[in-house]
């Protein structure tokens, strides 16, 4: 579908300024500490990819304490409004559920003596997930709040990391009657504020496996090998692949992963791989989607060839994650929104590529952006993660007031 374009004709200072508004932005400042806090409980809560229902549960019932109407749905997306069904257009303000790594206890998460959070997850995407109940107490310490925020849908989704494979945005996209009152959507994604992603990187990824009889490395030897089959056809393939990492549009290639045999003297019964590719361009991995398949069933057949006593091996090809190359049109309502609201409140920042749940919205002609949720962090998807809340309100009043914009000029007739 495509997103009907709908001018912006709300300025970002002239709503600042607003009843709601300005309540509501005022509160990030006066609330940093209770904010800081929530961060870390969130954080403390484990939620790996596939695992997320504690962490679910956590934000539905905190975000219910706050007076949102919550609901996990069939995905275990948490979803939260100020009133069951809001009618008219709706704005999303999304954040992921998952993480990389997960703390093994509560410890894992801690806060250093220059202030810094540490731990799995603490950026990505603890701050995502900690701007929403921000948001959500902000909201809610206005009066009439639904005069502004009625149309506003808070959501907490599963399965953004690895081979989540953005389940739970493709769940929220695939209700129909959901999509067509779409507004926009800001996915709330780590912290840094100097980048809006409005192009989605796009990805395909693979597990290739060979299987065979397995034996002893001397007395079986000349046995068909999976191990020999998955190298040789990884090998071909990477080789095959344009050198120039600077070409636009670019492509790369990854085998991220092999798994194999039971030791140095065993003939492999089966091997495995795990291939990532990516590009801007939904062809150019199609191209290398091909390309693979064709180094695959080539390693297959030199093996076979090769063997002795009849023995074979047998390749099997899966796709485990598919992310949709797209873009956001550059004349979209959502654009001039949140390019308003930097420069009414300093914001510097570029234009971004990246594989974020806004890939899902994007190719589907859907206005969506992925911003982060203020504050700064590093160090993400590893044990070494950190984040500093300095800042972060300047973050929460930029999505506060971009959903209103957002809101604002979608209004009902």
Same mark, same amino acid.
């Given at each position: 579908? !495509?997103?009907? %374009?709908?001018?912006?004709?709300?300025?970002?200072?002239?709503?600042?300024?607003?009843?709601?508004?300005?309540? #509501?932005?005022?509160?990030?400042?006066?609330?940093?500490?209770?904010?800081?806090?929530?961060?870390? /409980?969130?954080?403390?809560?484990?939620?790996?990819?596939?695992?997320?229902?504690?962490?679910?549960?956590?934000?539905?019932?905190?975000?219910?304490?706050?007076?949102?109407?919550?609901?996990?749905?069939?995905?275990?997306? @948490?979803?939260? &409004?100020?009133?069951?069904?809001?009618?008219g257009p709706l704005v999303a303000v999304t954040a992921h559920l998952d993480t990389v790594l997960a703390p093994r206890g509560k410890e894992d998460i801690s806060?250093?003596?220059? +202030?810094?959070?540490?731990?799995?997850?603490?950026?990505?995407? +603890?701050?995502? %997930?900690?701007?929403?109940? #921000?948001?959500?107490?902000?909201?809610?310490? @206005?009066?009439?709040?639904? !005069?502004?925020?009625?149309?506003?849908?808070?959501?907490?989704? @599963?399965?953004?990391?690895? !081979? +989540?494979?953005?389940?739970?945005?493709?769940?929220?996209?695939? /209700?129909?009657?959901?999509?067509?009152?779409?507004?926009?959507?800001?996915?709330?994604?780590?912290?840094?504020?100097?980048?809006?992603?409005?192009?989605?990187?796009?990805?395909?990824?693979?597990?290739?496996?060979?299987?065979?009889?397995?034996?002893?490395?001397?007395?079986?030897?000349?046995? #068909?090998?999976?191990?020999?089959?998955?190298?040789? *056809?990884?090998?071909?393939?990477?080789?095959?692949?344009?050198?120039?990492?600077? &070409?636009?549009?670019?492509?790369?290639?990854?085998?991220?992963?092999? !798994?194999?045999?039971?030791?140095?003297?065993?003939?492999?019964?089966?091997?495995?791989?795990?291939?990532?590719?990516?590009?801007?361009?939904?062809?150019?991995?199609?191209?290398?989607?091909? #390309? %693979?398949?064709?180094?695959?069933?080539?390693?297959?057949?030199?093996?076979?060839?090769?063997?002795?006593?009849?023995?074979? @091996?047998?390749?099997?090809?899966?796709?485990?994650?598919?992310?949709?190359?797209?873009?956001?049109?550059?004349? *979209?309502?959502?654009?001039?929104?949140?390019?308003?609201?930097?420069?009414?409140? +300093?914001?510097?920042?570029?234009?971004?590529?990246?594989?974020?749940?806004?890939?899902?919205?994007?190719?589907?002609?859907?206005?969506?952006?992925?911003?982060? *949720?203020?504050?700064?962090?590093?160090? *993400?998807?590893?044990?070494?993660?950190?984040?500093?809340?300095?800042?972060?309100?300047?973050?929460?009043?930029?999505?506060?007031?971009?959903?209103?914009?957002?809101?604002?000029?979608?209004?009902?007739?």
């Amino acid at each position: 579908m !495509e997103a009907k %374009l709908i001018p912006v004709t709300t300025s970002a200072g002239d709503l600042a300024a607003r009843p709601g508004v300005r309540e #509501a932005m005022q509160c990030f400042t006066r609330e940093k500490q209770w904010v800081n806090d929530m961060h870390l /409980q969130i954080c403390r809560v484990p939620a790996p990819t596939f695992m997320e229902q504690e962490r679910a549960e956590w934000m539905s019932s905190t975000l219910r304490s706050l007076g949102w109407h919550t609901s996990i749905d069939r995905a275990g997306n @948490v979803l939260a &409004a100020l009133e069951p069904n809001p009618p008219g257009p709706l704005v999303a303000v999304t954040a992921h559920l998952d993480t990389v790594l997960a703390p093994r206890g509560k410890e894992d998460i801690s806060v250093d003596r220059q +202030g810094d959070f540490r731990g799995p997850g603490v950026s990505d995407n +603890g701050a995502g %997930l900690a701007a929403l109940v #921000a948001i959500a107490r902000a909201i809610r310490s @206005v009066p009439r709040p639904t !005069e502004v925020w009625g149309r506003l849908l808070l959501v907490a989704n @599963v399965g953004e990391e690895g !081979e +989540g494979n953005l389940r739970g945005m493709r769940h929220l996209c695939s /209700q129909p009657a959901l999509v067509a009152r779409f507004r926009a959507l800001l996915v709330l994604d780590g912290a840094s504020l100097d980048r809006i992603t409005t192009e989605a990187l796009g990805s395909r990824r693979f597990e290739v496996s060979f299987a065979g009889t397995g034996g002893h490395s001397w007395s079986d030897y000349g046995m #068909a090998n999976p191990v020999h089959a998955l190298t040789r *056809a990884a090998a071909a393939f990477v080789d095959g692949q344009p050198p120039d990492p600077r &070409a636009t549009p670019r492509v790369t290639v990854n085998v991220g992963l092999i !798994e194999g045999g039971t030791g140095i003297n065993a003939i492999a019964a089966s091997a495995r791989a795990k291939v990532d590719i990516r590009s801007e361009n939904n062809e150019l991995i199609d191209e290398q989607v091909a #390309a %693979l398949k064709a180094a695959v069933i080539r390693a297959e057949e030199v093996e076979n060839a090769r063997a002795v006593n009849g023995t074979r @091996v047998v390749a099997k090809f899966r796709e485990i994650g598919s992310r949709p190359a797209a873009r956001l049109r550059s004349d *979209a309502s959502l654009l001039a929104a949140i390019r308003s609201v930097d420069a009414h409140l +300093g914001i510097r920042a570029r234009l971004d590529c990246s594989s974020t749940d806004a890939n899902i919205p994007l190719s589907m002609g859907l206005e969506a952006i992925s911003i982060g *949720a203020g504050g700064n962090g590093g160090g *993400a998807h590893t044990a070494g993660e950190w984040y500093n809340p300095d800042g972060r309100d300047l973050g929460l009043k930029r999505i506060l007031l971009t959903a209103a914009i957002m809101l604002r000029d979608s209004e009902p007739e």
